[in-house]
């Protein structure tokens, strides 16, 4: 097991696996197996030149309504997926000419990854977050990310580019905003400050631009030692009244999308996060910091609205959470690990090297 993205919606769970090359599906009540989309990219090489060179997949995951599943995969390439018959319907490529020569040697798009689906415009949003420019040496280019339309026959709309920008994290739409916010990688180029950030984009504005963003400078919060010190932006999740949480800095931040204001919580924020509205609560993995030295990795529970910390619940090695709002059950895959003890050891040895996807549920009487 090597789940890259685990996704809640409509009573299944998703989970996108590298080392199986497909998308698996279970329900999220019963936790019954569903079925598996395979075909996809698998676990290959990264560094570009040819399709199995060009960035592994599948990476993550998002639902458009319609019965169709957007998963992104590795060689630039998104599939559509047909939920009701498990299959890969199409495809599409989002190479463009500064990372792709053309040829069947000169693909250095690299992986799509991260992805989101904008219901109000039908337009699916996915990151080619590390492409490399097709002349040697291959050094890295600007990060990018595409349009798509959601509704056949699956035309590209327009790409938009973060200058000087080598990395993205999870995009999400903002209803509220009429948004898709995105999370921008930050880097020190010498003495040069790139700082991370959380962009807006107006989906309706051609050609595609940031209208505006919010930096999140680990340096001003007091998590770093000197300003380009230390970067790390992941995987948000957005909740109620604005409030989204966000990994940034080696903790979970909790951000306010209309401001720009951030709050930080005693709890690393992991990769992915999620917000579940069947709990109100949001769900990261990371460290625990209400102690010294901090705690294991555990589930971190957030009450969204509060933004406080409500509990965690030691998982060595979880990661990437979600849940289900129809039962709120919580969900967090543990890679194989055939050496070290991992939160999947106290289902046998067996379970540990597999890896496995543990399953949290609220205490029957609680709130």
Request: hydrophobic share 40%; proline share 6%; with cysteine.
């Amino acid at each position: 097991m090597n789940g890259t993205k685990l996704w809640a919606e409509g009573g299944n769970l998703y989970v996108t696996e590298l080392g199986n090359a497909g998308l698996y599906i279970w329900d999220a009540v019963s936790h019954d197996f569903v079925g598996f989309v395979g075909g996809m990219v698998g676990n290959v090489g990264a560094g570009g030149g040819t399709a199995t060179t060009n960035g592994q997949g599948p990476s993550s995951i998002v639902l458009s309504g319609d019965g169709h599943a957007w998963v992104s995969d590795g060689n630039s390439t998104v599939r559509v997926v047909d939920l009701a018959t498990r299959q890969v319907i199409a495809s599409v490529n989002t190479s463009i000419a500064a990372c792709d020569g053309g040829t069947a040697t000169t693909h250095y798009c690299g992986r799509t990854n991260e992805i989101t689906f904008d219901p109000e415009h039908r337009l699916v949003f996915v990151q080619n977050p590390s492409p490399l420019a097709v002349a040697a040496p291959h050094g890295a280019i600007d990060t990018y990310a595409t349009f798509i339309s959601a509704d056949p026959p699956y035309a590209k709309v327009g790409t938009i580019a973060f200058a000087d920008r080598r990395g993205q994290e999870a995009p999400v739409w903002d209803p509220d905003q009429h948004r898709i916010l995105t999370a921008v990688s930050g880097r020190l180029a010498g003495t040069t400050v790139f700082p991370q950030y959380v962009a807006v984009i107006d989906p309706t504005v051609r050609p595609f631009t940031v209208e505006k963003h919010y930096d999140i400078d680990c340096f001003a919060l007091g998590l770093a030692a000197t300003p380009g010190a230390v970067f790390g932006i992941n995987d948000p999740a957005l909740g109620p009244d604005g409030k989204m949480v966000i990994p940034g800095c080696g903790r979970a931040l909790i951000t306010d999308v209309r401001t720009g204001a951030i709050t930080i919580l005693p709890v690393g924020g992991g990769n992915e996060t999620w917000y579940n509205p069947g709990d109100g609560n949001f769900y990261v993995t990371g460290a625990n910091f209400s102690i010294t030295p901090a705690g294991p990795n555990s589930l971190g529970v957030i009450d969204a609205r509060s933004s406080t910390i409500r509990q965690y619940v030691t998982a060595l090695n979880a990661t990437n959470p979600t849940a289900a709002a129809e039962n709120n059950h919580i969900f967090a895959v543990v890679p194989a690990n055939a050496t070290t003890a991992t939160a999947c050891t106290q289902f046998g040895a067996a379970v540990q090297t597999s890896g496995c996807i543990l399953v949290f549920a609220h205490v029957p009487g609680s709130d």
